[in-house]
């Protein structure tokens, strides 16, 4: 690990929109800050209200969201396993919060042709976690807290605070994609 | 033998936990060799990370991936077993139920698959039963994330289909799961029986170890093709390239109808975890 963190870019949120665009395919990130949780049921009701006109229950500007619903919390521990889900499911949600002002994703996998060029036209980027390296990500998060969407259970939305989160870029501002 | 319902409760609830804190040793070892193989820098990087992740699971006592999956139980009840006036089922789901609290593990379980609504307090697993010639009470629970449990492919092939043909189907199962369910892959494989027949030993294909020995010559080199196959598609832990996109392959067959030739691909991601133990 230590080889590759030596030439890792560090990254804080709020995430500074220039050094969002300067991130490129492939490169290695730690990420700190915060980021909220959000998965398939989450998106479904962002997409709800966001079709009724209505805001989001928290401002996406500027803001990272995880594709994760962790385990419930060990006693004395600050998360359980955290690990990202598949994006892919999540591609025809992007458009909406994208044009809300959201900067970075976090997950798993492939992303659609569709999600490529919107992340190029919002200069966002899809950065990728280790799939099924939840017990290891758990160890990056230093705080939890809940946002919204209590009754989802593990969809619920959550706040986490990380430090020196691993992260790749799989899709960069530019629209490249690690998988093609 | 008599067995009690909390024995059943009480073996199931720690099979639960086990699985899912406790990598499986020769899950462990087919990283480590991959490691150790593997030419990509990134891709050592990644599996390096898996067997971190292992031992963080395991000395957290944090569960290895938060999807702790759909929890599949294997009941094999063996001709000593004696169940008068036990609630075989419910003591298992208790079981599960209990094992899934204690571990502090996901309840990703929806009690109606088209509401998506209403949480089963971890209740909704899937049991196998099946009467076994060994004594004792055999359990076995798998807990199947559902990453890899949605690239499950049945094909109900000609019976006159060659062995080329089914060997293509399996690697083209794999090369459609690609980056998405977390390779490297182990790839359980059922052929013949009725299509039930086929999935369910796709399953139990996942339960036996890495390195377990196929029944037949010819089918040992099946697994052998196909496992070369497999890691020469380049696909890579995570997907991002790389040797290692197959640390397993089990295939298991059973009698079918001389009209038929069904088989079943069942792929796991590299955190294959399951856990067993015989009452007797």
């Known amino acids: ?180 | 033998m008599k067995i009690t319902h909390a024995r059943v409760r009480e073996a199931v609830a720690d099979l639960c936990v086990r699985a899912n804190v406790v990598l499986r040793p020769d899950v462990t070892r087919a990283l480590r060799t991959a490691q150790k193989t593997e030419r990509n820098r990134r891709a050592r990087l990644l599996l390096g990370q898996l067997l971190e992740n292992a031992r963080a699971a395991k000395s957290d006592r944090v569960a290895i991936c938060q999807d702790t999956g759909l929890p599949v139980v294997f009941v094999g009840i063996g001709p000593d077993v004696d169940l008068r006036g036990l609630d075989l089922e419910g003591a298992v789901r208790e079981g599960v139920k209990r094992g899934y609290r204690r571990g502090c593990l996901r309840d990703s379980i929806v009690r109606d698959p088209l509401r998506r609504d209403g949480g089963t307090h971890f209740s909704g697993c899937a049991i196998h039963y099946e009467m076994t010639a060994s004594k004792g009470l055999s359990l076995t629970v798998l807990p199947k994330g559902f990453g890899c449990e949605n690239k499950t492919q049945l094909r109900l092939f000609s019976p006159t289909a060659p062995r080329e043909a089914i060997e293509d189907f399996i690697v083209a199962c794999v090369r459609q799961a690609g980056p998405d369910a977390c390779p490297p892959y182990v790839v359980g494989v059922g052929i013949g029986g009725a299509s039930d027949t086929a999935c369910l030993l796709s399953k139990q294909a996942l339960l036996r170890p890495l390195t377990a020995r196929a029944r037949t010559a010819s089918l040992r080199a099946m697994v052998r093709r196909v496992h070369k196959r497999l890691n020469a598609t380049g696909i890579g832990p995570l997907g991002l390239g790389g040797d290692a996109t197959a640390l397993g392959v089990n295939i298991l067959t059973h009698p079918t109808h001389i009209a038929g030739l069904p088989v079943c691909v069942n792929i796991s991601c590299h955190a294959l975890r399951s856990a067993h133990v015989r009452l007797t």
């Not at chain 1, 990254?11 to 492939?26: E, H, I, N, Q, Y």
């Not at chain 1, 025809?92 to 036209?121: E, H, N, T, W, Y």
């Open chain 1, 1 to 180: 690990m230590s080889a590759s963190h030596r030439k890792a870019v560090r990254l804080s949120t709020p995430l500074d929109p220039v050094a969002v665009a300067r991130l490129r395919c492939g490169q290695e990130v730690l990420l700190s800050g915060d980021v909220y949780t959000a998965r398939d049921q989450a998106h479904r009701r962002f997409a709800d209200l966001l079709k009724k006109n209505r805001r989001l229950p928290f401002d996406i500007r500027g803001q990272v969201l995880y594709y994760c619903g962790p385990t419930r919390t060990p006693p004395g521990r600050v998360i359980g396993a955290c690990g990202p889900t598949t994006a892919g499911r999540m591609d025809p949600f992007m458009a909406p919060l994208l044009r809300q002002g959201l900067r970075a994703v976090i997950g798993k996998g492939r992303r659609s042709a569709d999600v490529r060029r919107l992340l190029k036209r919002h200069k966002a980027v899809y950065l990728l976690a280790t799939g099924g390296a939840g017990a290891l990500l758990a160890r990056h998060v230093t705080r939890r807290r809940p946002v919204c969407f209590a009754d989802l259970g593990p969809e619920a939305v959550v706040r986490l605070t990380v430090k020196d989160f691993p992260l790749l870029v799989g899709i960069d501002s530019r629209g490249r994609d690690i998988f093609t």
